[in-house]
């Protein structure tokens, strides 16, 4: 047995310190563990039998403070608050610069140890706390990070400046030997860099942060229901439960998942689905969390509040979609492991080689040395995935399309094959009549024993006919017996014998010749009408199938209707190959099959559908399907009518991998060039520091492009 465990920890400083967190939580055998140093939450499952307290000890010991979630006062979260890494660049500044200033000011108290000393002291002391305690817990738990390679740096030149103070106190060269400016400078503008990082990043996760915005804080509960001591009473929305009945006013938010029982609406899903125009909604129509009515009021029983509304399931996924890490990070992850130690060996070589081998001064050796330190950069690999993945599930939320986890993007991006379920999926799910040819003159007695035969009947196409001829005038026919055989039809039998079936071929004549009808009626075994149904393929359906096909995916209709029926869609969409007739075994059959051939989506809305969507590489479920299909599959298209979704979700997909390359290159090629660079003595320890701050920000505004990806429109 697991508990899913939330802590607030403070002290992460960079996605460093977040990977340090993990890999010690998952070397004590935690699940699903997620890290934000952004936010400072941290997320697992804790294993039974392992104390909770030893897990913050471990965490804590890593130079982190971790202590038990808890929410924010809703009203104190709103006052603004200084950030702590705020608070130690402002002071870090107002030292560093006059310690910078003795650079271009000739007053002599600048220029004098004893006052560089003090100035630098504040600073030193403020990267001890800031970075030296994340190092010294990075290298106990093994994996160095980059607090390690800042406080090398800074500690070297400001240690190296009080040796030069002590041993040429009083002459002429000292200037040229005390680095406390270098060693200041070097924290103030890692501690810039990190502000501006954060607040990036931040960027990324507009998605996340704008479900949380439109999560319903209140409700209007109906107490004593139809009853004259009926009420209203207003309460949090997280303490409704499920059959409860709310009211909700023209301008007010869903505050839970129901079924409304009362009223007409227009509703504003957007926010939800993607979906731009109003839905109109009445009686037994679903209704979600979250969402605004526009106009007018309804009843709604309450299905679903709290944490089960689909709103607070979107926010959980969103929230933690990088716990499944693309198999690209992989690589990431691989150097970032081994960048620090190497990094500390190319710098003391750079030290050893440039004095001893180049016969330079031990100062210049060691600027150089510590400009290796400082220019490396693991954070912008560590970066460059989860960035990326962030802004292109968030992108994909904003626009109705929910993806679980990033590794999910990875696949869909290569899939070579896509294959659709009919019903629900290419159509619209709504059976309806087509075409009636009635044979026998007397329509007004056919359309009465419909009428009244099909309301015996659970057949989906026996529910249409019955709403349909409900208002079919009435006759003196007395049935004496009506029996159904489920899935064939219905018979019956009048006072004087007449003997009455409405259902399939198969099921009213036996040896009728093939019609390729779909249900008939007979009287006395006798023909008096046939009748089709359709269910009408969804608008954008075809311009979807084209759009997939001009990628070079090859698209495949999979179902378990009549071939005839598949045939006429699958052509007239024009779908490269056709399946029909499939039970679910045999759907995950040939879902398999091109598994072999090549990475395969699979798109379906029913329980038939989840052993195929579970099978496939990227299972896809629209949302008008069953629980099982949304449950199994790996995205949800949220929007109900329209296809849209699944073309923003591969392209989105394409530019979220695009940019987790491009994001990759530019880390290890900023380092490729700036290391040798600094080893040769082209960039000095303050450059270098700087260029090392902003290379995250970089990584993290390539990111944000995704935001700004034009995205395909197929109507």
């Keep these: 047995m697991s508990e899913k465990i939330q802590l607030s920890v403070s002290g992460m400083t960079c996605a460093s310190c977040a990977q340090n967190i993990s890999r010690k939580l998952e070397s ?103 970075f030296g305690k994340s190092a010294w817990g990075s290298i106990k738990s093994g994996h160095m990070n980059m607090d390690v390679l800042i406080t090398l740096g800074s500690f070297s030149a400001f240690i190296y400046s009080i040796i030069a103070w002590y041993l040429y106190y009083g002459t002429n060269e000292i200037s040229n030997y005390l680095f406390f400016e270098t060693a200041a400078t070097i924290i103030t503008l890692v501690l810039l860099g990190n502000i501006i990082e954060k607040r990036s990043l931040k960027k990324t996760q507009s998605a996340l942060t704008h479900l949380t915005k439109i999560q319903p804080f209140s409700a209007k509960k109906i107490e004593n229901a139809l009853t004259e001591k009926e009420s209203i009473v207003e309460l949090f929305a997280h303490q409704l439960k499920v059959n409860d009945l709310i009211l909700v006013n023209t301008g007010d938010k869903i505050p839970a998942d129901g ?102 001064p031990i ?27 962030a802004v292109g599930i968030g992108r994909s939320a904003r626009k109705g399309v929910l993806v679980k986890g990033g590794d999910t993007l990875e696949k869909l991006s290569g899939i070579k094959y896509i294959v659709f379920d009919k019903t629900g999926t290419l159509t ?161 059959e040939v879902v398999e099959k091109f598994q072999k051939l090549g990475k395969t989506a699979m798109v379906g809305d029913g329980i038939n559908d989840a052993p195929a969507l579970a099978i496939a590489e990227v299972g896809i479920a629209v949302n008008s399907g069953t629980q099982i299909a949304i449950q199994t599959a790996d995205i949800i298209l949220l929007s109900k009518n329209e296809l849209d979704g699944l073309a923003v979700a591969y392209t989105i997909s394409r530019e979220t991998l695009k940019t987790i390359k491009q994001n990759l290159f530019w880390a290890l090629a900023y380092n490729v060039v700036a290391i040798p660079l600094a080893a040769a003595g082209f960039l000095n320890p303050m450059l270098a520091s700087l260029s090392m701050a902003f290379s995250d920000v970089i990584v993290i505004g390539n990111s944000l492009r995704i935001h700004f990806k034009k995205l395909p429109a197929l109507k």
Excluded at 71 to 87: A, G, Q, V
Excluded at 306 to 327: D, F
Aim: hydrophobic content about 40%.
């Design 28 to 130: 004590k055998g935690m699940h699903n563990v997620f890290v934000n140093y952004n936010s400072g939450e941290v997320e697992f499952e804790l294993i039974e039998g392992i104390p909770l307290d030893q897990i913050l000890t471990d965490i804590n010991n890593l130079g982190y403070k971790a202590s038990l979630y808890q929410e924010l006062d809703e009203s104190n979260s709103k006052k603004w608050k200084w950030d702590s890494t705020e608070i130690r660049l402002i002071i870090s500044a107002i030292f560093t610069i006059p310690l910078l200033g003795h650079m271009f000011l000739p007053f002599h108290l600048l220029h004098q140890p004893a006052f560089q000393f003090i100035l630098a002291i504040p600073v030193m002391f403020i990267g001890l706390n800031h």
């Design 363 to 389: 100062s210049d050796s060691l600027l150089r040395s510590i400009a290796v330190l400082v220019i490396s950069c693991p954070c912008a690999m560590g970066l460059a995935t989860p960035t990326a993945v």
């Design 428 to 588: 619209q799910g709504k059976v309806s009549v087509k075409e009636i040819n009635y044979i026998d003159n007397d329509i007004e007695k056919v359309n009465f024993l419909i009428s009244i035969l099909e309301k015996y009947s659970n057949h989906p196409f026996a529910k249409v006919l019955a709403e349909k001829f409900s208002g079919a005038k009435y006759l003196p026919i007395h049935f004496t017996e009506i029996n159904e055989i489920a899935g064939h039809g219905v018979s019956a039998k009048d006072k004087e014998g007449n003997f009455y079936k409405i259902g399939s071929q198969k099921f009213v004549v036996t040896d009728l010749e093939s019609h390729g009808h779909q249900v008939y009626v007979t009287i006395n075994d006798q023909i008096v009408a046939s009748i089709d149904f359709e269910d009408p393929v969804r608008v954008d359906a075809l311009s979807m199938v084209s759009y997939f096909k001009e990628k070079g995916i090859k698209t495949i209709l999979l179902s378990g209707d009549r071939p005839e029926v598949c045939n006429s869609i699958g052509n007239y969409l024009g779908i490269d190959e056709i399946f029909s007739s499939q039970l679910p075994q045999m759907k995950v």
């Design 259 to 360: 079924l409304i029982y009362e009223g007409n609406v227009e509703i504003d899903e957007s926010m939800m689905t993607g979906e731009s125009l109003p839905i109109q909604k009445t009686i037994n129509d679903q209704v979600l969390s979250g969402t605004i009515v526009l106009n007018g009021y309804i009843k709604v029983i309450v299905q679903g509040s709290g944490t089960n509304t689909v709103l607070s399931k979107m926010i959980e996924v969103v929230k933690t979609s990088s716990l499944r890490k693309p198999e690209i990070q992989r690589l990431g992850d691989l150097v970032s492991s081994w960048f620090v130690p190497i990094v500390i060996l190319i710098s003391i070589m750079t030290f050893l080689i440039s004095h001893f081998y180049f016969i330079l």
